[in-house]
């Protein structure tokens, strides 16, 4: 077993791969973090992914919540907040979800928001190979079950830093 599947060189090896995240940015690949606060209080983070997304349109989220405020909902809400962003503040085509076979509440996550089932793959934890679900979520499905009471701020300013360009709906 290596250092980094043991608390806490899983920690940090997690902490090292979200600062190097934070410090590539391209329109090839970006990676925005977005922080989830209750309260005033920093409960998890939910982030968006851009892989070649000015040639494709296409992004994949990834959500963390504290093991305290899981199972209450939350996990929707802020797949429902990412997912605007991404279709109605980047304009995307599409949206992509991974999660392990067993991990229900993400998958459920995915389920609810009208994502379609995309085959699976297999990825490795803590060393074991297990089969991870794909889903997707075309634009269509999102429009038809989408939110309006989601306010995007300062997106405009942050599309071009990300190469997202004219064209995309706003
Ligand atoms: C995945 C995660 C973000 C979901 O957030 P959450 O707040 O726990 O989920 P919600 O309370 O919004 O529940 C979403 C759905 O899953 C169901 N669910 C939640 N926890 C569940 C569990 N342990 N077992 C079965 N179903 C569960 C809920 O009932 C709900 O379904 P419903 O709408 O049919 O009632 C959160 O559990 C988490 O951070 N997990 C660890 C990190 C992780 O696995 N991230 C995803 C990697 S791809």
């Not at 992914?49 to 990834?62: H, L, R």
């Not at 429902?80 to 995307?92: D, I, K, M, R």
């Amino acid at each position: 077993m290596s250092l980094y599947e043991e608390s806490p060189g899983r920690e940090w090896g997690w902490l090292r791969g979200i600062w190097a995240g934070r410090a590539r940015v391209s329109e090839d690949f970006w990676r925005v973090y977005l922080v989830v606060v209750v309260d005033g209080e920093p409960v998890g983070m939910q982030d968006l992914i851009g892989m070649n997304f000015t040639k494709f349109g296409t992004v994949s989220t990834f959500s963390w919540l504290d093991p305290e405020v899981r199972g209450r909902g939350l996990g929707k809400e802020i797949r429902q907040a990412v997912l605007h962003l991404a279709f109605e503040g980047f304009g995307a085509r599409e949206a992509a979800s991974d999660a392990f076979h067993d991990n229900l509440a993400s998958n459920r996550v995915s389920q609810t928001m009208g994502y379609e089932p995309n085959g699976v793959d297999w990825d490795t934890r803590r060393g074991e190979a297990a089969v991870i679900n794909r889903w997707r979520l075309t634009r269509e499905r999102w429009a038809a079950a989408r939110r309006d009471d989601i306010e995007l701020v300062g997106v405009a300013e942050c599309r071009p830093v990300l190469g997202i360009g004219v064209g995309f709906s706003s």
